[in-house]
């Protein structure tokens, strides 16, 4: 994985709040290893379904169209605009195509992490008008925290870049 692709996935991690064990599948602490039943994962998938997975896929689907395109075009010499099309028509649909593998994989951790009565808990909680109220917002303050995470990213990196830029330089790396 490229530095940017690395970039972009620790922004949408840190943007969208999906922990990364959730979206790897490492590093998360599970109540069972043990396989799933085909019940427990359809109510794992009912449960992430709720809290608007596909928000998250397509807001990180999203960011990392904009890393691909730059990217490509940076590698390629070429304009954003003439890479865009074609990231469109050839990368894009490639991708999503692998988003039910993504919402699978993130069903099958929250499987493990929760009981079946916590995943009822859960999905009974998004049935009230509170849950209703989450369920309906989440696009928008996704789209809105993924925002605000590359524009955090930048600012930081910037910021301790400079900040660091000597330290660097004694270690024989450059910031320009």
């Excluded at 530095?3 to 998360?28: D, M, Y």
């Excluded at 951790?109 to 509170?130: C, D, K, R, S, W």
């Amino acid at each position: 994985m490229s530095g940017q692709l690395r970039k972009a996935a620790l922004g949408l991690v840190i943007a969208t709040g999906v922990p990364a064990g959730v979206c790897w599948g490492s590093g998360i602490a599970r109540a069972d290893d043990a396989a799933l039943s085909a019940d427990q994962m359809a109510l794992a998938t009912q449960v992430v379904e709720a809290i608007g997975i596909r928000q998250v896929a397509d807001a990180a689907l999203g960011g990392l169209r904009i890393v691909l395109v730059d990217s490509l075009a940076a590698r390629n010499k070429q304009p954003p605009e003439k890479v865009e099309g074609i990231v469109d028509d050839i990368l894009v649909p490639d991708l999503k195509a692998l988003e039910p593998q993504f919402i699978a994989s993130v069903a099958a951790n929250y499987g493990h992490v929760f009981t079946t009565p916590e995943m009822e808990q859960i999905l009974a909680f998004y049935q009230t008008p509170v849950g209703m109220k989450l369920q309906a917002a989440t696009p928008g303050l996704t789209q809105q925290m993924v925002a605000e995470g590359h524009a955090w990213i930048e600012q930081a990196a910037t910021q301790v870049l400079q900040a660091d830029a000597d330290k660097l330089s004694a270690q024989g790396l450059s910031t320009q």
